[in-house]
């Protein structure tokens, strides 16, 4: 079996990272892989020093490119995929329906976000594809709701390398690195800096922390447009001193264990892969109830969920973990056992293998 990836993410993480892993593991299973990607891209650059894939890069600048379509036909063409298989959004979606069109080709999309889109863009969008698989089953049921039939989808959930993340915490190694007293308490979140992710409700819950709990920190893990706004916003409420602006990490199977506490007000959420990251480490977290974040943050389980924009509901949940560590301890465990059991690698992979198959077999039998 010959499937041809279609990711357009820059950076190796997120959706770029489970393509890693699914690719990875297809090869490890006898299936011939090969990736069309932009150039200079994160994930073209890592498969370009292995053997699980051939790397394709081609122009992509953004929705409108239509070079992407000529670039994912072009493909096709030399290499006669049996499968297409559509992983990122960013135009890749709408050309490569229409690459698959052209070619009769069949083809995948695998849909990682939950913002709604109308009932006629989802109905001819996702209709030009022999299967969609969601991540979560809360994307799923978004696009049901938008007019995709229910046996046209699947949910396929996402994974993280559980062993990756089992690490124990190298205090000495955390301190050093962000510069924190021996005695405090540390929360992180992990997000780009978009206006969905809900940075301002996490620094106002801080905010409101200050005088009331245990000594904490709060540290921002990733990077975006916003950042600058978050750090001004930031510096009007007092809080530099404790809120630091760690950037993007590679490190964060060595950083998260570290960490007491996860907190992620998102507006909307497909899943939250960092959210998995964080359970896999042993690490509670207090989360939004939208999307599919309840999927993997279980309320009273392994974290604490509360109503998306509800800054005192979400003061009071970190307020409450901060102050009980055997609480924090028994969620954390019970995350990690989730993890193990729902979100591994190989379940994701053969998740998308039986999808393949399924798509396949009709043809075959034809």
């Given at each position: ?46 498969f ?25 036909l ?63 089953e ?13 046996h ?18 190298d205090?000495e ?62 510096e ?11 950037g ?31 359970a ?10 939208v ?5 993997i ?70």
């Open positions: 079996m010959r499937i041809l990836h279609v990711e357009t993410g820059r950076h190796l993480y997120g959706g770029a990272l489970q393509v890693r892993y699914l690719i990875e593991g297809l090869f490890q299973l006898g299936i011939e892989n090969i990736l069309v990607c932009p150039k200079a891209s994160a994930i073209g650059a890592h370009s020093k292995t053997r699980f894939a051939e790397v394709l890069e081609i122009p992509c600048r953004g929705d409108l490119d239509f070079r992407l379509l000529f670039g994912i072009a493909a096709i063409k030399g290499k006669r995929p049996d499968i297409l298989h559509v992983h990122s959004r960013r135009g890749a979606d709408v050309w490569g329906a229409a690459a698959a069109y052209i070619s009769k080709t069949p083809s995948i999309i695998t849909r990682r976000v939950d913002n709604p889109e109308s009932r006629l863009v989802s109905r001819i969008k996702y209709g030009a594809y022999k299967k969609v698989i969601t991540i979560s809360g994307i799923k049921e978004v696009l049901i709701s938008q007019g995709v039939k229910e046209h989808v699947t949910c396929v959930r996402s994974a993280v390398d559980a062993s990756e993340y089992g690490k124990e915490c205090r190694w955390f301190q050093a690195e962000f510069g924190l007293p021996g005695n405090c308490l540390v929360m992180g979140m992990i997000a780009q800096f978009i206006e969905r992710k809900g940075h301002r409700y996490v620094l106002d819950a801080f905010e409101a922390l200050q005088g009331s709990g245990p000594d904490s920190y709060l540290i921002f893990f990733g990077q975006g447009p916003l950042e600058q706004a978050v750090k001004d916003m930031t009007r409420k007092g809080l530099e001193k404790r809120v630091l602006f760690a993007y990490r590679e490190d964060l199977s060595r950083v998260l264990p570290c960490l007491d506490l996860i907190v992620h007000p998102a507006l909307m959420e497909g899943l939250g892969v960092s959210l998995i990251q964080a896999a480490s042993g690490v509670p977290i207090v989360a939004s109830r999307g599919g974040i309840p999927e943050v279980r309320h009273e389980v392994n974290g604490l969920l509360v109503p998306p924009a509800d800054t005192g509901r979400l003061a009071s949940a970190m307020k409450r973990l901060l102050e009980h560590g055997n609480l924090r301890k028994e969620m954390g465990e019970k995350g990690r056992r989730m993890v193990q059991d729902e979100f591994s690698i190989k379940a994701m992979v053969t998740g998308n293998l039986d999808v393949y198959k399924g798509v396949l077999e009709p043809r075959a039998a034809g």
